[in-house]
């Protein structure tokens, strides 16, 4: 990042007033799985060890599974004073073809004013406008904890625009009910989740296509909340693949 986003002034100038800057090494943290031996044995004969456990370190830990889980040699992230996880840039979101410069410095702003840039684990954006996703239809246990929950980051889209969501359930028994959500909005804990509250929802059988569509008049967070269709008592699991895309308004 040095020889690109980093090597500008107008960015350096913009880091020193109102950041302030450090980094740490991935694998100081446990993030390169080869490095985990090796690390902790050098830890051993260290007198002061790498403490994992400061705010900072658990701060930036949180930063990798949260938002997009594609892999990064480099993230950049914007944490509060308060260790508050604020905005996520990955190195690869730097895309070749756009001017890198406005894209880096409008991420550190957006940060700044709370838009909690790359923090969805769906990112879409003028350029890349359309992501894929697969995951599992399960039955709920308690506390919701297997409901799964993909977050979908539009806000760069700050005119609005129509999501599509385009839904294939697989093959195992069991139907799938897609609930969308503004991110904001609180899930029920006593009861199940239902399209009470919902921008759009849907259901459908093993093997079955459906669709979600939701226009909106400016950027912001969604959440896909998916699970198993109300009305079926059975447990079970099933798969789905999702195409999430935005038309810019």
Avoid at 18 to 30: A, E, Y
Wanted: proline fraction near 4%; aromatic fraction near 10%; glycine fraction near 8%.
């Amino acid at each position: 990042m040095r020889a690109g986003v980093l090597g500008k002034d107008k960015i350096i100038d913009f880091l020193n007033e109102h950041f302030i800057n450090t980094w740490v090494l991935n694998s100081d943290l446990g993030r390169v799985r080869s490095l985990r031996e090796p690390i902790a044995k050098r830890r051993e004969h260290e007198s002061k060890p790498f403490d994992t456990t400061h705010p900072l370190a658990q701060a930036i830990i949180k930063g990798w599974k949260t938002g997009s889980k594609k892999g990064s040699p480099v993230d950049c992230f914007v944490i509060s004073p308060e260790f508050e996880l604020m905005g996520k840039q990955q190195i690869h979101k730097l895309e070749r073809g756009i001017n890198r410069k406005e894209y880096y410095l409008t991420y550190l702003k957006d940060a700044l004013e709370g838009k909690e840039p790359g923090l969805g684990n769906i990112v879409l954006t003028r350029e890349h406008p359309l992501e894929e996703v697969s995951d599992l239809i399960r039955t709920p246990t308690a506390d919701d904890e297997n409901l799964t929950i993909i977050v979908i980051d539009a806000m760069s889209f700050e005119n609005g625009g129509t999501l599509t969501v385009d839904i294939v359930i697989g093959r195992e028994d069991g139907e799938g009910a897609f609930y969308l959500f503004d991110r904001d909005f609180e899930l029920p804990t006593e009861e199940e989740v239902s399209e009470q509250g919902s921008l759009a929802w849907t259901w459908g059988e093993p093997d079955e296509k459906r669709q979600i569509e939701y226009s909106f008049n400016r950027g912001q967070f969604f959440k896909l909340v998916v699970t198993r269709y109300w009305d079926e008592d059975v447990p079970y699991i099933n798969a789905f693949h999702a195409k999430i895309s935005v038309e810019e308004n």
